[in-house]
């Protein structure tokens, strides 16, 4: 199996890196920098490459993945985060995230379509802030949105290859997280019907069966413990 990665030099993406390797997939990871992703992959055990590419350098996507050869498992994670609230409204940094989520993630799958086939399968990361926005969600909350109605337009237009995408809630373990003063996740703790926050390992289970699920089309799974209850 041929597995791409399109942010996987950290966090959850990593997790998927390592996890797609140690099911024997051969794995293509992409960060920004051509020499950090071939140090990631040096990190993980298994038969895993390093490429480089920017979503927000959408022209140069294609030619950056040029040498991919065949894709049977393709997961776009990537993200640069932004602060944004409508009162203090930074249009470059809107415009900046917006573009590498929804034009940066379609062209890479635009790119590699040609070298996916039937059994093929594609999992885009949205998330939760689509509707439970927080203070300076606004571009956040816009692009993962947004992604719900990419993933249903490529299922379509992609068909059979299946296309769905996972929509995780706060991930305590993961370093955007995890490194955030004591006390600051307690309140969505609280408020989390499990009692604790979803994990990396909750979130690579639900890309696996995302991926591997052959019913499973137009998907937008909520990973979160059940937020939208309380
Ligand atoms: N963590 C959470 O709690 C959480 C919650 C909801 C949704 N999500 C979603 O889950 C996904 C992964 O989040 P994460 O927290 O694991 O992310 P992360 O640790 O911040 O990793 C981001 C990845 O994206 C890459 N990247 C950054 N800017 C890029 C660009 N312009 N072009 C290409 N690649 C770029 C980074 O690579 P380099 O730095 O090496 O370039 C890195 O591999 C994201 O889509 C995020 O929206 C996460």
Known sequence: MRTVVIGGTSGIGLEVVRARA??????????????RAASVAETVDGSVSGLALDLNDTHGLADALAGVEKVDRLVVAAIERDQNSVADYDVDRATRLAVLKLVGYTEVVHALLPRMDEESSVVLF?????????????????????????????????????????????VGDSPFWSGKPAGVLDGYVSRTPIRRLATMQDIVEAVDFLLENRGVNATNLNVDGGWLVT
Not at 126 to 143: E, M
Not at 144 to 167: D, K, T
């Open 22 to 35: 140690a099911r024997g997939d051969d794995v293509t990871l992409t960060g920004r920098d051509a020499e």
């Open 126 to 170: 949205g998330g939760r802030a689509k509707d439970r926005p927080y203070p300076g969600s606004v571009t956040v909350s816009t692009v993962n949105g947004g992604i719900v109605g990419l993933i249903n337009a490529l299922a379509l237009e992609m068909a059979p290859i299946r296309v769905n995408a996972l929509h995780p809630g706060i």
